[in-house]
């Protein structure tokens, strides 16, 4: 059974910076890919960024440039870097992995970007 653990999240200004970490209860190279998905209310869960084991990155577009997602294979670990927060990245944060085809989800964690 694959457990995702996430940690961070909180209320930040505009501007402000976070950092999101996801620690999975298993090696992550047997993971195709692990990063976040966010939901924000009345809205779809979409895509924030995802990493390989390998260190390649995919990020949507309006993320790029303000967040960074790295990995830590020693600690089966990946987290996200949120700098230059804006209210639009208000929601919350899931965690997943893929697992032999397989999706794992973390509980989720609460960004709320307001002054």
């Known amino acids: 059974q694959v457990q995702l653990v996430e940690s961070g999240g909180g209320l930040v200004q505009p501007g402000g910076a976070l950092r999101l970490s996801c620690a999975a209860s298993?090696?992550?190279?047997?993971?195709?890919?692990m990063g976040w998905y966010r939901q924000a209310p009345g809205k779809q869960r979409e895509l924030v960024a995802d990493?390989?084991?390998?260190?390649?990155?995919d990020y949507a577009d309006s993320v790029k440039g303000r967040f960074t997602i790295s990995i830590d294979n020693a600690e089966n670990t990946v987290t996200l870097q949120m700098n230059s927060l804006k209210p639009e990245d208000t929601a919350v944060y899931f965690c997943?992995?893929?697992?032999?085809?397989?999706?794992?989800w973390g509980q989720g964690t609460q960004v709320t970007v307001s002054s």
């Open positions: 997943y992995a893929n697992h032999y085809s397989a999706i794992y």
């Open positions: 298993i090696s992550i190279f047997t993971f195709s890919t």
């Open positions: 990493i390989t084991p390998f260190g390649n990155t």
